[in-house]
């Protein structure tokens, strides 16, 4: 349980109120939240998305694209059917909580002249009023140095969540759907930019890399999404999310998350891809001042994560910047914290007393120390 007053947040969502509860001492926890609230149930339940090829003419002036004749020739049911994994990691990832439903409709088509965001414009301003966002494969390839995709939760949704209204979106490039693949495509990108529709920023080593397109951190999906694939060519899937996304979207309860402001404190805690039907925490919080928190998880070295070849405790920095949670900043402070070693920055201090697997769950015992 959290430390502090029971706070209740009523959730503007798409017609109807989710009730959000925790209890906080934490400007910056109550910050986070806050900024969540502004999307509703956007990470709960069903979620509806249209899937859209957009026709690249072959003579585009447009510098994201590859340039040559090559175009990828599946349709928007070919690729549907390609993202059954996708829906599979979600549900997964999200206790069940989460699904994403993918359905194919027209495509649509820029001019030479044009810029790939026109077929994110094009493909939202035809999308049905049910649909909650748009995802847009172009049938062209990108090049090297371009930027693979992108995706957005668009504006927050207050009463009517169509992403017609909403701008909510995720773009790709053709390359991961192309026949070299064999009809086996990777998917981590596709996860990775809607993490970004989810509201979830990027992760780094360094709060310098920020903004500089540096995704080196193997443990999160919104960083490094390809770390499984770097290890093992055959994976798809990219690593699975960091646990202060899971709590923001709704995939962790309030019971699986504990809040430290002073003294010293023991916990066991549980890996965080494990189902809730094993009781446990899956986070620990110590807040640092009003904009930032040090996140302290488990992550078990198997499923979408057994490329990281060990269990491990993790330590990110989490600091509130902007408007929209895509804007935090979460730097990893410890990417492998192990048995009888311990993170310090001089007023807090997390010690790894045990990292065991049992019956297939892995668990470790930590103590948090908060200087005086």
Partial sequence: MFAGALVAATLASCGHEQQVTGNFDSEAMNAMLQTESQFGDIALGSDSWEVVICQIPRDTTDPIFEPGNERLKLSSADIVHELDPVVDYFSRWSNGRYLPKFTAVNGVSISADEKSDVCVDRALDQSLDSTRGVLVIANAQHTETAVGGWGRPGSPCVENCSAR????????????????????????????????????????????NFGNGVYDSAVDVMSNSAAPRDINSDERNAPGSLGINMYLAGWLDDGNVALVDSGTKSFELVATNTGLVVDGLRLVLVPLNNSTVI??????????????????????????????????????????????????????????????????????????????
């Fill in 165 to 208: 209204l909403t701008r909510r979106a995720v773009y790709v490039g053709a390359s991961d759907f192309m026949p070299y693949w064999n009809g086996h495509p990777p998917l981590d990108l596709i996860e990775h930019e809607m993490g970004h529709a989810l509201d979830w920023p990027h992760s780094s080593t360094s709060v310098d």
């Fill in 295 to 372: 996140s302290v998880e488990v992550i078990g070295a198997t499923g979408d994560n057994r490329h990281l070849l060990h269990d491990r405790v993790v330590v990110h920095q989490i600091e509130v910047v902007g408007m929209n949670g895509f804007e935090r900043r979460q730097t990893v402070l410890d990417a492998d914290l192990q048995v009888g070693k311990s993170w310090s920055n001089g007023k807090v201090a997390i010690t790894v007393k045990q990292l065991v697997t049992t019956n297939s769950v892995s668990t470790a015992k930590i103590e948090v120390r908060i200087a005086p």
